[in-house]
């Protein structure tokens, strides 16, 4: 009986070191951070389908436009520049997206340091930008 309270005993105290690991977060991939971690890493995910979803309504634009036969070259011209103005207008709008994600994943490389002690947050800078948009 000695032998089996010995190895239970020793199970316990093996538990302990577990819980207390998992109390001082040793036992999380990133530490202490996990959780916010990926909810930063879920803006960068938003911001890529965001991304993308402008990309595919982008190619589903025609590159030419349907004209009708009986417009006249001036109406068939007017047709051509408002849809290059309009891809224009898409592109460079995907263009800032990009920025603003190549940004977001530059910080996030930052935050997510075992070291990083700083207070930047792309959750807080999600946040505010999209109350700007809804006003």
């Keep these: 009986m000695e032998k089996h309270e010995r190895i239970i005993?020793?199970?316990?105290?093996?538990?302990?070191?577990?819980?207390?690991?998992?109390?001082?977060n040793d036992m999380r991939v990133f530490g202490r951070n996990t959780t916010r971690i990926f909810q930063e890493l879920d803006v960068i995910r938003?911001?890529?389908?965001?991304?993308a979803s402008d990309h595919v309504a982008l190619e589903?634009?025609?590159?030419?436009?349907?004209?009708?036969?009986?417009?006249?070259?001036?109406?068939?011209?007017?047709?051509?520049t408002e849809s290059f103005e309009k891809k224009k207008d898409m592109l460079k709008n995907m263009m800032?997206?990009?920025d603003e994600l190549t940004q977001a994943m530059e910080?996030?490389?930052?935050?997510?340091?075992?070291?990083?002690?700083?207070?930047d947050s792309l959750i807080e800078k999600e946040t505010m930008n999209e109350s700007l948009t809804d006003q």
């Design 9 to 24: 005993k020793n199970l316990n105290e093996q538990f302990k070191q577990v819980d207390k690991a998992y109390e001082n």
């Design 46 to 51: 938003r911001k890529q389908i965001d991304l």
């Design 60 to 80: 589903a634009m025609n590159d030419i436009p349907l004209i009708k036969m009986n417009h006249k070259a001036d109406q068939n011209n007017k047709v051509y």
């Design 96 to 98: 800032k997206k990009l």
């Design 107 to 119: 910080q996030f490389k930052n935050i997510s340091k075992p070291d990083y002690q700083g207070n």
